[in-house]
């Protein structure tokens, strides 16, 4: 390897310093104990991957994908609960709707009646690892009723939409990453304007708070 070489190859590594483990912006790709750093044979150019992507080969990135057929005026939320640690969870969630839902990402709700629990599945289906972030999901027959077991009085719109419009479906998402708040209540109503299905994806990492 030649000066020049060298001296890139040391540039390279200056735009790691400052990551770890816990919290790495990009991830060198690691092959074995005594070559702990992949060069592309074409470019010559480290090798590195996203963190989101990191976290699945880790064993920390998680997901659930459901769906609900509610009636007119029929309502589901979506509860989740974050843990009280600093396993600080990067969150993401999209949705399709057959019909005209509006919905809100409440964050702060006070759960009076817990719902059921969604289950939550690892992206490496070869790692054990379990979330700690609880997703319940629970109906009621409208926003009253629904008040009633996910109270949103106190709480903090932090997102709201319509999806739709009247008999047609729509979608939306919130593609960046939300870091939720520790030992905090949050709410993902959808509230059917017509009669008809609502398919929801949510997606997530965990990690350490090095804060």
């Known amino acids: ?35 702990p750093i992949t060069i592309d044979p ?24 459901e769906f609900a057929n509610l ?12 843990p009280n640690t600093t396993e600080w969870t990067h969150f993401t969630f999209e949705f399709e709707t057959e019909v005209e839902y509006q919905w809100f990402f409440y964050e702060n709700v006070t759960i009076n009646v817990a719902g059921a629990n969604h289950p939550e599945y ?3 289906r ?3 690892h379990a979330a700690t972030l609880v997703v319940n999901f629970i109906d009621n027959i409208n926003v009253g009723a629904a008040n009633a077991d996910t109270a949103v009085a106190g709480a903090t719109v932090i997102a709201q939409g ?22 905090e209540d949050y709410s993902l109503r959808y509230v059917a304007n017509a009669a008809g299905y609502v398919n929801y994806h949510l ?9």
């Open 162 to 183: 319509i999806s739709g419009s009247n008999k047609d479906g729509g979608s939306a998402a919130h593609e960046l990453e939300i870091i939720l708040a520790q030992n």
């Open 1 to 35: 390897m030649n000066k020049i070489k060298i001296a890139i190859f040391l540039s390279l590594l200056l735009l790691f310093v400052g990551c770890t483990a816990e919290d790495p912006g990009y991830s060198v790709v690691v092959d074995t104990d005594t070559d």
């Open 122 to 124: 690892g992206h490496n």
């Open 203 to 211: 997606d997530w990492y965990e990690h350490q708070s090095d804060d």
């Open 126 to 128: 070869t790692n054990a």
């Open 42 to 65: 074409t470019t010559s150019a480290i090798t590195v991957i996203s963190d989101a992507e990191y976290r699945i080969h880790e064993g920390n990135s998680f997901f659930v994908m």
């Open 71 to 82: 009636a007119n005026n029929n309502v589901r939320d979506l509860q989740i609960t974050t």
